[in-house]
């Protein structure tokens, strides 16, 4: 049966009626979504979805949003949504696929991602986290992950480790789904420079990993990371944000309302920056749609790239036009915060937590190479290490 906009509203009236949103549990309401495969309607039947076009998308989130219909908090369960899941369906097995998607989608299980280590964070291949198998059975992990935002909150984790140290150091890596409440995972916070401590650091202590949790094949886990890695940048960098939304809007405002701390000079910047703001908000529409035709591509990197850029560039000069009062910040006090807000705070937070922009989702120095090579295709810089075994770098 084909899938067009006119049957998906049919089923949408039928989610309805079914379960009228103001009478309905919110999670029994986004279980029956799930069920009637109006979550992510490109994913498969019984996956949440129907097997339609990625872009009708916005058809059954228009008809749900317009009868008062809960989300599923897309901010809070984020890590899932837009890396795990993606993995998960293409490497996953059929068993995987239907023990983690419906609760990831419907926000039951937080995840969190085990990636970045203390010594190798922009060179994530040279990772020295260990899993060890127990003959045929169980994975022994040892080892330390850094900056994982919501590992305090999570109950899963996407973790890659090194299996096969005598090989290089792409290719003796494997990809694994593990249990944040299990013995041995030890989360601890780490403190940023705004008071708050988003972020973790795991250490992994003998933890034991069923080889039912494998993702992939053994030693072929940097080709799954990847899957991960580019869903992650296109999420960071595809955010969908209205005209004059995000940094951009609140010092547009600051401005409008503020005559007195306007200079030319201020001005021509500001208009500088809103012009490239919109190009960004534009260039993430088109990035989108590519990603409706299907995977996403390294795109996903400069779209990153810029969204970096233009958060730092924005909240400097809100902190410049306001003066004095720009150096302000009210609250050093030690947080725990499930998500990050910008709206409803002062620019002097704006602008310390932007710094982690050009970090957090790979950094910008990276992703400029990825961009470069991968997009621009220039020449890849000289790597002497890419056939040296992982035992055999130095560290």
């Known amino acids: 049966m084909t899938i067009d906009a006119a049957e998906l509203r049919r089923r949408t009236a039928e989610l309805l009626t079914t379960h009228p949103p103001l009478e309905t549990d919110r999670t029994t309401f986004l279980k029956a979504r799930f069920d009637a495969g109006l979550a992510w ?13 990625r872009a009708l998308q916005a058809v059954v ?18 890590i899932g949504l ?13 068993e995987q696929k239907q023990r983690f998607l419906r609760p990831l989608w419907v926000g039951e299980e937080v995840w969190c991602q085990l990636f970045s280590e203390p010594g190798a964070g922009s060179d994530l291949a040279a990772l020295g986290t260990r899993a060890v198998r127990e003959g045929e059975g169980d994975w022994i992990v040892n080892g330390q992950k850094v900056w994982t935002s919501s590992a305090h909150l999570a109950r899963w984790a996407i973790l890659i480790a090194r299996t096969d140290p005598d090989v290089p150091k792409h290719a003796g890596i494997t990809y694994f789904v593990c249990d944040m409440t299990d013995p041995g995972v030890d989360v601890r916070p780490l403190r940023q420079i705004t008071g708050e401590a988003e972020f973790n650091e795991v250490f992994l202590t003998d933890v034991r990993v069923p080889d039912a949790h494998r993702l992939g094949e053994v030693g072929d886990g940097w080709r799954v990371a990847q899957t991960t890695l580019m869903n992650e940048r296109v ?3 595809g955010m969908r944000i209205p005209r004059e939304g995000g940094m951009i809007g609140m010092t547009s405002e600051t401005w409008r309302t503020r005559p007195e701390l306007r200079t030319h000079d201020l001005h021509q910047r500001l208009l500088g920056l809103w012009v490239e703001a919109e190009v960004a908000r ?28 233009l958060n730092q560039e924005i ?3 809100e902190v410049e036009l306001l003066g004095e009062e720009g150096l302000l910040y009210e609250d050093w006090t030690m947080r725990r915060p499930e998500l990050v807000d910008f709206t409803g705070r002062d620019a002097g937070y704006r602008y310390l937590r932007s710094k982690g922009n050009s970090i957090e989702g790979g950094t910008s120095e ?27 770098l130095a560290r």
Not at 41 to 48: A, D, F, N, S, V
Not at 82 to 94: D, Q, R, S, V, W
Not at 366 to 380: H, S, T
């Open 315 to 317: 909240s400097g000069l």
């Open 366 to 392: 990276v992703l400029l190479n990825i961009v470069a090579e991968r997009v621009l295709g220039l020449p890849a810089e000289p790597r002497t290490d890419k056939d040296v075994a992982w035992k055999d």
């Open 41 to 53: 309607i490109h994913y498969p039947e019984g996956l949440g979805g129907l097997n339609a076009p």
């Open 61 to 78: 989130d228009a008809e749900l949003a317009a009868a008062g219909a809960p989300d599923n908090d897309p901010r809070r369960i984020g």
């Open 235 to 237: 999420s960071i960098g």
């Open 282 to 309: 534009l260039s993430g529409e088109r990035l989108r749609q590519q990603l409706a035709a299907g995977q996403p591509g390294h795109e996903g990197a400069g779209m990153k790239l810029s969204f970096a850029r």
């Open 82 to 94: 837009g890396m795990a899941a993606p993995t998960i369906l293409k490497y996953g097995t059929e």
